[in-house]
């Protein structure tokens, strides 16, 4: 049988292409050190690859909203203990106040103190994160927690809202991320009107209009106490859900880049092994066509 030396070259240029071929994929899994280079090369896998990608994308944002509100439950919580140190002293002064031997003087000299705490409070209550944003004013950021007008009745306004920001944290569960003060606005306006009672010429511990102001404070300095303590307590165990939340994130992104790895990483040993073949029959081809093709019809065999 007779092979015509265009039809020789034709099958030996497409053998020698194919293998050249194989080798330059190999080569791009050996440096990339994965097996799936183009979906192609395995439909079922990829597509498997392709949801634990996107799922381990879902999760790590996930990861990411939690580590967020942390920071951000975190310093809402430095600001709010702030406020129930500053309402404590204003209640342990309050009492004192209200002991009927106090002088007139005695009286005033807690002015002072008291003014500070009010103006402490105030403070605290229109912090802003770093982007300017305040932060206890629910989802009105932009507005001041509690605003102040000298000539308002009341003084001391709540003028933010109680609408709530959720965010994201796993699948169907979202997290509450603000917090508002409503309710601070009474117990300022209360120590307000102790100021001015205590300011007045002649007060004396026995005036039942001081008695009256010092009386309505404390109780409202008890409320404010209440609502901020309670709002502490309630960071406390959204911080214990985020840490049980991002536990469990953290477990199912391992397992899914496990199975990342074992899906789509290459073995290294039979992709040597392999590339080492194509090469000896690479080598092999090169040598058997310049054999066959200084052959002819006229060799003395």
């Avoid at 879902?58 to 975190?74: A, C, H, P, T, W």
């Avoid at 309402?87 to 103190?113: C, E, F, P, R």
């Avoid at 912090?127 to 308002?152: R, V």
């Avoid at 859900?241 to 899914?256: F, I, K």
Wanted: net charge negative; hydrophobic share 35%.
């Amino acid at each position: 049988m007779r092979i015509a030396t265009s039809q020789f070259q034709a099958t030996m240029n497409r053998a020698l292409q194919d293998n050249q071929s194989a080798i330059a994929s190999l080569t791009a899994q050996i440096a990339s050190q994965k097996k799936i280079q183009v979906p192609s090369d395995d439909p079922v896998t990829s597509v498997r690859l392709s949801r634990l990608a996107r799922e381990e994308a879902i999760v790590g944002q996930y990861r990411d909203n939690i580590s967020s509100i942390k920071i951000r439950l975190s310093s809402n919580e430095t600001y709010l203990q702030s406020m129930v140190n500053d309402i404590t002293q204003s209640h342990d002064l309050l009492v004192w106040a209200s002991d009927g031997s106090n002088t007139g003087d005695d009286l005033k000299a807690m002015v002072t103190t008291m003014t500070s705490l009010r103006d402490s409070l105030m403070y605290s209550a229109n912090q802003k994160d770093q982007e300017g944003n305040y932060l206890f004013s629910g989802t009105a950021t932009g507005t001041p927690a509690i605003s102040y007008d000298p000539a308002g009745v009341p003084k001391y306004t709540f003028t933010g809202n109680t609408d709530q920001q959720q965010s994201v944290v796993g699948n169907g569960i979202n997290q509450t991320i603000n917090v508002d003060v409503k309710g601070l606005d009474d117990l300022l306006n209360q120590m307000d009107d102790t100021i001015t009672a205590l300011s007045q010429p002649g007060v004396s511990a026995g005036d039942p209009a001081v008695k009256a102001a010092l009386t309505a404070n404390m109780d409202g300095a008890t409320n404010a106490l209440t609502l901020i303590s309670g709002k502490i307590a309630s960071f406390g165990g959204a911080q214990n859900v985020m840490d049980t939340l991002d536990g469990n994130h953290a477990n199912v992104s391992l397992s899914n880049q496990t199975a990342i790895l074992d899906l789509g990483s290459l073995d290294m040993g039979e992709a040597t092994i392999e590339m080492n073949g194509y090469n000896l029959a690479l080598q092999a081809s090169y040598k058997a066509y310049s054999k066959i093709s200084n052959l002819s019809l006229f060799n003395i065999l």
